[in-house]
């Protein structure tokens, strides 16, 4: 069973950036996916991006395409989830999650069997 461990959540005002990370362990798969899902007040959980740690390549949500980056360091089995440009409407919990096959896409939550236990981020407008 793969662990999660997320930081770097916060406050922040509007306009404003967050940087979040999600350590997995003991060992992932080279044919995993990690990724990020939030799920805002009185909202469904919903997927925000995503990474194949086999290549590098990446997934966003619509809502987050060119204000969030998401990163990796395979050697710490770790991805970083860089926020810009932030938004009220993206204050959420934020969960990182993990898949050892079938790729990241679609970007479902059902579809992820682990997940870290959250770190909340608050945009104040």
């Known amino acids: 069973q793969v662990q999660l461990v997320e930081s770097g959540g916060g406050s922040v005002q509007a306009g404003g950036s967050l940087t979040l990370s999600c350590a997995a362990s003991p060992y992932t798969t080279s044919t995993s996916c990690m990724g990020w899902f939030r799920q805002g007040p009185g909202k469904v959980r919903e997927g925000v991006a995503a990474?194949?740690?086999?290549?590098?390549?990446?997934v966003y949500a619509d809502s987050v395409k060119g204000r969030f980056t998401l990163s990796q360091d395979t050697a710490k089995q770790t991805i970083y989830l860089q926020m810009n440009s932030l938004k009220a409407d993206d204050t959420a919990m934020y969960y990182c999650?993990?898949?050892?096959?079938?790729?990241?896409?679609?970007?479902?939550?059902?579809?992820?069997?682990?997940w870290g236990q959250g770190t909340q981020v608050t945009v104040s407008s």
């Open positions: 999650a993990y898949l050892g096959w079938s790729g990241c896409t679609p970007l479902i939550p059902e579809r992820f069997p682990s």
């Open positions: 990474i194949y740690k086999s290549g590098g390549a990446t």
